[in-house]
């Protein structure tokens, strides 16, 4: 079983900074690619950012302001956000997909539970 645990969400005011971790555990073979999604409410799951190995992907709304980045040795994915604005208020999910691990055939795609993240004044 794997599992994806996020952290460092919170209140933050406009133009501030928050940095998302997300730590995948459990018989870990290897990952594809690691990626975080945002869920507004009243509105439909949007990615946010990709990572792989190629070149991150951003989605146009935080390109500039958003940094991926992932600890290979400790299945870890970061999300640097900056300048953030009021509309980036969402929990935000880490996503692993391509997951293979020592105990289950076949590659998989999880999800962590979520974190919320709230910019306001």
């Known amino acids: 079983q794997v599992q994806l645990v996020e952290s460092g969400g919170g209140l933050v005011q406009p133009g501030g900074s928050l940095r998302l971790s997300c730590a995948a555990s459990?018989?870990?073979?290897?990952?594809?690619?690691m990626a975080w999604y945002r869920q507004a409410p009243g509105k439909e799951r949007e990615l946010v950012a990709i990572?792989?190995?190629?070149?991150?992907y951003y989605a146009d709304s935080v390109k500039g302001r958003f940094t991926i980045s992932r600890d290979n040795a400790k299945n870890t994915v970061y999300l640097q956000m900056n300048t953030l604005k009021p509309e980036d208020t969402a929990v935000y999910y880490c996503?692993?997909?391509?997951?293979?691990?020592?105990?289950?055939?076949?590659?998989?795609?999880?999800w962590g539970q979520g974190t919320q993240v709230v910019v306001s004044s």
């Open positions: 990572t792989n190995s190629g070149s991150p």
């Open positions: 996503n692993a997909y391509g997951v293979v691990t020592t105990s289950t055939p076949g590659a998989y795609d999880y």
């Open positions: 459990g018989s870990i073979f290897s990952i594809n690619g």
